[in-house]
C-alpha cells in the first residue's frame, strides 16, 4: 500500500483559504504517477465521502458544493497531492483524507479544517 502524510488543516475565518498537502514519502516518481488520488472529508456525525479526484492522466473532477473553490493537483517531482481550498465555508469543515482512487484499504490520520464564521 501507498503511504500518504496529510498535513495543512487548521482554523480559518469563512472566506479564507487552506491548502492542504498530501505527500507519498517512501514512493519513487514513476510510481506516483501511476495512481489515481483524491481528498475525501468527514464531517463531524456523518460518513466519509469523495471531495475531489485528481486521475493518473491529472484530469480533476470535484462534488458540486465545491466547484470553482477548491482545487487538486499532483506535483509529481515533490510526490504530493495538493488541495487548494478558497473561499471557505463552514459546511467545509470536517477531517480531510488523502487516499488513492479509487481508495486504499488503509487511511492516514487525516487533517482537521475548521471553519468559523
Known amino acids: 500500500q501507498l503511504l500518504l502524510v496529510e498535513s495543512g488543516g487548521g482554523s480559518v475565518q469563512a472566506g479564507e483559504s487552506l491548502r492542504l498537502s498530501c505527500k507519498a514519502p517512501r514512493t519513487i516518481t514513476s510510481v506516483f504517477n501511476s495512481y489515481a488520488f483524491a481528498w475525501y472529508r468527514q464531517a463531524p456525525g456523518k460518513q466519509r465521502d469523495l471531495v475531489a479526484s485528481i486521475t493518473r492522466d491529472r484530469s480533476t473532477n470535484y462534488i458540486d458544493s465545491v466547484k470553482d473553490r477548491f482545487y487538486i493537483d499532483a506535483d509529481s517531482t515533490r510526490k504530493t497531492v495538493y488541495l487548494l481550498m478558497t473561499s471557505l465555508k463552514s459546511e467545509d469543515e470536517g477531517v480531510y483524507y488523502c487516499?488513492?482512487?479509487?481508495?486504499?484499504?488503509?487511511w492516514g490520520q487525516g487533517t482537521q479544517v475548521t471553519v468559523s464564521s
Open positions: 487516499n488513492t482512487y479509487p481508495p486504499q484499504p488503509n
